[in-house]
């Protein structure tokens, strides 16, 4: 290996001489090729006195001239100064070459003689200077090359993380609300630690397990705790660490981490977000050599190639299985699919579990009525929305996470945190007042649609209000029904608008956008139409792949387009009209919501049906917030008393006279400090115990009918 280094730093030193003397070789010939007139000639246009102007630098020995009868200048470099000095000035002749030109021509001579100066030597150094600086830098650079030659061959190494036995591993105690996919998964983990009694019954060990399922559902959780339950080497690397500018590098890096598993068999590789390296090939997106399609091509050849024994098995988690290439998901290679879809109410509630583990919970805090208010959450958000709470909680000034905490939680995660600074003008209040009372009025009668949890004109992300409505229980299937009534519910805003108003506004374009997927789903895609029949037009999936959707048509007719066109507009139109009707019949009430969101901004699920059954929640809450105002007096009082007594009790233990230099001072102290009688101490003790009775302010204390308990009627 010294040897072939040596060669070729023989090689590039030759080629660094070669180039170096063709450098030298030329400045020469570009220095010497200035004039070809030759010293001797000078001499002669001297002689003949041809030479009208002329100009000698003493010290670098230049010459400029003018001959008689031309404007062209030429120079010259005279090889000796002082000889061809004297040549013109001959030292103690009575004429030299100036009196004799002057005397036989007409006009005068004209020249100038430069003084000698020492910058002449540092002119000509400069080129060799130049020179230097370029070889050391070719040398340098050509070093540097050589140097990390040896780097270029860790391109192809795969940058795979090794996990094995740590402090700080995962198990499947720390995963939650996928109980199925667990029991999947933990036959995997048993298979790797008693191998034999499979062997002998003569199961094969699955080659691959595909994790698939939404983002945050909890795919790679799942994967790294089954790397702490079973104990052996797990590598995991992401699909992008495949793909690398060099031609080649990704397929290298494939070969290396499957060498690397082999060889501490029985393993586990887990590839992240294999889609990728992994995607449908064919598409032409990378051009004519696609480096994704050689990458994909050696993971196919590696998870193929495995022997039955080799106990090394592939995890991968995407959440695009579309795109996936096909010889990738056949069995053989990826044998197991696990679709880790979206937890239900148990399983939101174990997930809760335990990511409030570490956390103080209130008392009043119930996590099956925070699951029932979270459907649609998963893992992730479930782990934010418990995050959150605890800021507010912090935030708040509390010791313990309140239901109140977890509420506003909820709604931050869904909706975005509150922007109580946006200046809102009194019309715009008014009109988001009756538009969001419009959408829960909708709801409140119609009955397959979800009971209304909190309604609000505060804004919130790029939401002017919000009308929060959530379901009893998670759904498996909806209904054409339930369909109608929820493009009646998502245009009751608009409707509002148009029957109190008598005019329209943008606040509706994102219930007009939703309400319009809703109506084509039920048209193209569920077969819902009485006209169209049950036909699916067009494709059932909702995700784009450009290799796959690039070129592709429409699998129906524009006539057949025109009737979507048409059934659209009907089932709009006639939701519309439903609103219009549902709200004009029950105006009086959409006046009620609407005044009571414009005082107070805000309304709970509770006081939302209360309103609408006919109960005066105005007084009452003005009764609660005249009562918080006594409660916190109170709470303000009892703790100037227990301040007092306090105080009256280290006076009473600090001895006579300590720290008083006189008895003046005794007496001041005396004075402003008396003592406490026996009534005083008595009714301190008592505003103490009141005090230590009294708890931190939290959600109960400002609002009893909570966002908790709306979410268990939800």
């Not at 649609?376 to 418990?386: C, H, I, P, S, W």
């Not at 649609?449 to 998670?474: F, W």
């Not at 402003?672 to 009141?690: F, G, I």
């Not at 939290?698 to 979410?711: E, I, L, Q, R, T």
Request: include cysteine.
């Amino acid at each position: 290996m010294k040897l072939e280094k040596s060669k070729g730093l023989l090689i590039y030193f030759a080629i660094l001489a070669a180039i170096l003397l063709f450098m030298i070789v030329v400045f020469r010939s570009l220095m010497s090729s200035q004039d070809t007139t030759t010293y001797s000639d000078i001499i002669q246009y001297f002689d003949d006195y041809r030479v009208s102007e002329f100009s000698l630098n003493l010290g670098s020995g230049e010459l400029t001239y003018k001959l008689d009868g031309q404007d062209q200048e030429y120079s010259y470099k005279v090889p000796s100064v002082s000889t061809f000095y004297y040549e013109l000035f001959p030292e103690g002749a009575e004429t030299n070459y100036r009196t004799e030109y002057n005397a036989t021509h007409s006009t005068p001579l004209r020249y100038n003689l430069i003084p000698a100066t020492n910058s002449s030597f540092w002119l000509n150094l400069i080129p060799t200077l130049l020179m230097i600086g370029v070889m050391i830098f070719v040398v340098v650079s050509m070093s540097r090359s050589i140097s990390s030659a040896g780097k270029i061959n860790s391109v192809g190494k795969a940058n795979v993380k090794l996990e094995s036995d740590n402090k700080n591993k995962v198990t499947f105690d720390d995963v939650a609300g996928a109980d199925e996919e667990k029991a999947e998964l933990q036959e995997i983990v048993d298979l790797l630690k008693n191998p034999k009694k499979y062997h002998d019954i003569g199961a094969k060990i699955p080659k691959g397990v595909l994790l698939v399922g939404p983002p945050g559902t909890g795919k790679t959780l799942l994967a790294k705790a089954v790397s702490g339950e079973a104990g052996v080497p797990f590598f995991s690397i992401s699909g992008s660490d495949f793909l690398e500018l060099y031609v080649g590098v990704g397929a290298a890096r494939v070969r290396d981490l499957f060498d690397q598993a082999k060889k501490a068999a029985p393993s586990i590789i887990f590839i992240d977000e294999i889609d990728a390296v992994g995607r449908r090939r064919g598409a032409g997106l990378g051009g004519g050599h696609d480096e994704r399609e050689q990458t994909l091509n050696q993971l196919l050849v590696e998870m193929d190639g495995f022997e039955v024994n080799n106990s090394v098995i592939v995890m991968a988690a995407t959440n695009r299985r579309d795109v996936l290439d096909p010889a990738l998901l056949r069995p053989g290679r990826f044998d197991r699919q696990i679709y880790v879809n979206y937890p239900d109410i148990k399983g939101r509630e174990e997930i809760l579990k335990v990511h409030s583990k570490s956390k103080p919970l209130a008392p009043d805090v119930d996590l099956k009525k925070v699951a029932s208010a979270t459907a649609g959450f998963t893992g992730a958000d479930l782990a934010n929305l418990v995050n959150e709470a605890a800021l507010l909680a912090v935030k708040n000034g509390r010791k313990a996470i309140s239901a109140q905490d977890m509420s506003e939680a909820s709604i931050k995660v869904i909706a975005g945190p509150e922007k109580k600074s946006r200046v809102i003008t009194d019309k715009e209040k008014r009109l988001t007042a009756y538009h969001e009372a419009g959408h829960a009025i909708c709801h409140y009668y119609l009955p397959t649609q979800d009971k209304v949890y909190e309604v609000s004109i505060i804004p919130r992300g790029q939401a002017g209000g919000y009308t929060m409505a959530l379901p009893e229980h998670d759904k498996s299937y909806v209904t054409k029904t339930e369909m109608n009534e929820e493009i009646i519910a998502l245009l009751g805003g608009r409707a509002a608008e148009k029957v109190v108003l008598d005019d329209i506004s943008t606040g509706a374009s994102n219930d007009l956008e939703r309400a319009t997927n809703i109506a084509r789903s039920m048209v193209t895609k569920y077969g819902f139409s009485d006209k169209l029949g049950p036909i699916v037009y067009g494709r059932d999936d909702d995700e784009v792949f450009l290799g796959r959707d690039y070129n592709s048509n429409k699998s129906y007719s524009e006539v057949i387009a025109g009737e979507i066109d048409s059934e659209l507009r009907f089932i709009i139109h006639n939701a519309y009209d439903k609103a219009i009707e549902l709200l004009s019949s029950h105006e009086d009430q959409l006046h009620v919501i609407a005044n009571f969101l414009i005082n107070h901004e805000k309304i709970n699920g509770d006081q939302f049906v209360r309103l609408m059954n006919g109960e005066d929640v105005e007084a009452e809450e003005r009764a609660k917030e005249e009562a918080e105002r006594e409660r916190k007096q109170r709470e303000e009082q009892a703790k100037k008393e227990r301040e007092a007594l306090e105080a009256s009790k280290a006076a009473e233990a600090q001895p006579d006279g300590a720290n008083v230099p006189d008895g003046s001072g005794a007496a001041d102290s005396a004075e402003e400090t008396p003592a406490p009688n026996a009534d005083t101490v008595s009714d301190a003790q008592a505003a103490n115990d009141e005090l230590n009775a009294v708890s931190e302010p939290d959600s109960g204390d400002a609002d009893p009918s909570d966002d908790g308990n709306s979410a268990d009627k939800n």
